[in-house]
């Protein structure tokens, strides 16, 4: 064997054993379990724990029907992390529930709008218009203040507003509450459907899929910026960093833009 062909056998050789630690290394940790919501959020911790493992970090993603189901799990130690909240819903958990949660990181926001096929805006809603938004409380409440910020309605003061907290409607809007979004995509008798990227029900490329256009949109400067959740005892916990570090990286960043054009929006400095 030649002096080159030696050299570079032996490179391969290195590579496969540091693999092969890597791997191990993998194994022999335990499992970091982190609670998503199916959506976007798996979708990106699927992606982070591809990153994640290149520094032997072993990532499982289990997954919950809503964010404060994963925010519970976490609170009674079943998981590790959650990353399928938004930092003012885990403020409100945290405040409810008396626990001790803590943001970890920044990771994407993803406005919430109201679509429509044939409207260009809101002022074109009809009187009597059905609108349909989602029944689970966090989508509902920040579709119900949409409207009201745009002057559609008038909401009661409560913290979880649903339609029977509708104090004024001059337009007589008919607010449907539906657990599942996408049956009502090609329906003509709807004229607009309230989602995010979060939605469990519809993908961030439903607006293009279905020809769907927003009509109105929450500002992405909103304080509605999801964010890796963990119990305070693991701050400092370097592998629960290392995650966060992956998930902050340049290629899920990268990946997140590409993946969603731009309904999910990554939302920290790229490492």
């Known amino acids: ?62 997954n919950f029907y809503s964010a ?56 074109e809603l009809e009187d009597g218009a059905r609108l349909v938004i989602h029944e689970e409380p966090d989508k509902r409440r920040r579709a119900l203040l949409l409207l009201q910020r745009y002057g559609m309605i008038t909401l009661k003061d409560v913290p979880w507003p649903s339609k029977a907290d509708v104090v004024n409607n001059p337009y007589r809007l008919n607010i449907i509450e539906a657990n599942f979004i996408k049956p009502f995509l090609n329906n003509d008798t709807v004229s607009a459907i309230a989602f995010t990227g979060m939605s469990d029900d519809i993908n961030a490329l439903a607006p293009t899929r279905f020809k769907l256009k927003p009509i109105c949109l929450e500002e992405a400067s909103l304080p509605y910026v999801n964010v890796v959740a963990a119990r305070l005892s693991g701050k400092e916990n370097p592998r629960y960093l290392e995650f966060v570090k992956a998930y902050q990286s340049l290629e899920t960043a990268q990946f997140i833009l590409d993946h969603y054009k731009g309904t999910v929006i990554p939302v920290y400095d790229f490492n």
Do not use: W
Request: proline content about 4%.
């Open 68 to 123: 404060r189901e994963s925010l519970n799990a976490l609170a009674v130690r079943q998981i590790n992390l959650s990353a399928c909240q938004h930092k003012p819903l885990l403020e409100d958990f945290v405040q409810e529930n008396n626990v001790l949660l803590i943001p970890m990181g920044n990771t994407y926001v993803a406005p919430l709008g109201f679509y429509s096929q044939k409207l260009k805006s809101l002022s």
């Open 1 to 62: 064997m030649s002096f080159k062909k030696l050299i570079i056998s032996g490179f391969l050789l290195l590579g496969a054993v540091f693999l092969i630690k890597t791997d191990l290394k993998a194994q022999l940790l335990p499992v970091i379990r982190v609670g998503v919501v199916r959506g976007p959020d798996q979708t990106i911790v699927e992606k982070v724990k591809e990153v994640a493992a290149r520094s032997g970090l072993a990532v499982e993603a289990v």
